[in-house]
């Protein structure tokens, strides 16, 4: 897959790592909205996928599809952004259940049931479980309620690097200790789907046979495992900054 002049040919490149776009393509369609077009999304991939060609310097081995892999899919993720696709009221009612889970997480130490965050929320059971599935894929694509001082959100302090895309926030170290407890946290049966989804990559379908539950249950789960995983990641960091400030006086 090289030239005359011994430099990578780009094209004959492409086509062997297409296959590659499409396969994260339908991974992440299968939590997306229907109005998200799978055509867009390899079209974003395959911007990310010249991109990773464009910064990649040592080969086009194993290691560049990991690296490839990372830019894809944050090429597709910068596309959902900009597109901003989710109605502001379901932002607006997931900001809400997050809210709900971090305030009953520290009432009682432990995971909220679906019942008791409903019940909170003053919507019944049947809503709460609607909001969750309407809900599926807004968590992946909004990562902005990271909010630093002032108006400055989390995406925004690391693009200033031009390098950085989503899935490279998430390699940071202190972030993926953070998730990783977040995840040790969750209630076992979302552990497991978490599990089966992005270890196993099994899709809804397959999850729900290993469950024993719809497709459409899984999808609700999915929903309230990040929105607990959000609930932790950013409600924990204002107390662990004011617990800080307390400890030295400030």
């Known amino acids: ?96 259940i997050e809210a709900a889970i971090n305030q009953l997480e520290h009432e009682h130490g432990r995971a909220p049931s679906e019942s008791e965050l ?6 019944s059971l049947a809503d709460y479980q609607k909001t969750l599935h309407d809900a599926r894929g807004h968590q992946l694509v909004y990562f902005d309620d990271f909010g630093g001082d002032g108006d400055e959100d989390f995406l925004e302090r690391h693009f200033t690097d031009n390098s950085a895309d989503p899935a490279n926030i998430f390699e940071d170290k202190n972030v993926k200790e953070l998730l990783v407890k977040a995840i040790g946290r969750l209630p076992e049966r ?29 999808c609700q789960l999915h929903s309230q495992a990040i929105a607990r995983l959000r609930s932790q990641l950013v409600g924990d960091a204002p107390l662990a900054k004011k617990r800080g400030k307390e400890k030295t006086g400030g």
């Not at 409903?118 to 919507?123: R, V």
């Not at 552990?191 to 469950?211: D, F, H, P, S």
């Open 1 to 96: 897959m090289y030239t005359a002049a011994g430099q990578p040919d780009k094209e004959q490149l492409v086509q062997r790592f297409v296959p590659l776009v499409k396969r994260i393509a339908y991974h992440l369609m299968a939590r997306l909205p229907a109005s998200v077009q799978f055509e867009d999304l390899v079209q974003n991939g395959m911007l990310g996928l010249l991109d990773a060609m464009d910064r990649y310097e040592t080969g086009f081995g194993a290691q560049f599809e990991t690296y490839a892999t990372q830019r894809i899919r944050g090429a597709m993720l910068d596309g959902l952004r900009e597109n901003d696709w989710l109605p502001r009221n379901l932002r607006r009612e997931l900001r809400r």
């Open 190 to 218: 979302e552990k497991l789907m978490m599990a089966l989804y992005y270890e196993q990559e099994l899709n809804l379908r397959e999850i729900g046979e290993v469950m024993g539950v719809t497709e459409s249950r899984v």
């Open 118 to 123: 409903a019940e909170t929320l003053g919507i």
